[in-house]
Nanobody, 111 residues
Framework: QVQLVESGGGLVQAGGSLRLSCAAS??????MGWFRRAPGKEREFVAL????????RYGDSVKGRFTISRDNAKNTITLQMNSLKPEDTAIYYC??????WGRGTQVTVSS
């Protein structure tokens, strides 16, 4: 019943930054986060955030570079991605528990 729409993807050079956003259809009283899928690879966990902004977790490959946050007044979550690497190239999917997914936004990082 929940609709999630990602935005902010694009092309960036290695070392650059992007900010992804995910807008929900209503107030989401749940964990939300991001997953990604790179070409030829399985889905990978990126980040998770609890309803009140606590319980933040990151995948090992993005720790220290990515920051997740949420704005419940706007029903959005944000992923600030810094120091991007070519290995970060993937489709990034917004997630809300339980088993709610956006359609994805493409992030491409060039060498």
């Amino acid at each position: 019943q929940v609709q999630l729409v990602e935005s902010g993807g694009g092309l960036v050079q290695a070392g650059g930054s992007l900010r992804l956003s995910c807008a929900a259809s209503g107030r989401i009283v749940s964990d939300m986060g991001w997953f990604r899928r790179a070409p030829g690879k399985e889905r990978e966990f990126v980040a998770l955030i609890g309803w009140s902004g606590g319980g933040i977790r990151y995948g090992d490959s993005v720790k220290g570079r990515f920051t997740i946050s949420r704005d419940n007044a706007k029903n959005t979550i944000t992923l600030q991605m810094n120091s991007l690497k070519p290995e970060d190239t993937a489709i990034y999917y917004c997630y809300a528990s339980l088993n709610n997914w956006g359609r994805g936004t493409q992030v491409t990082v060039s060498s």
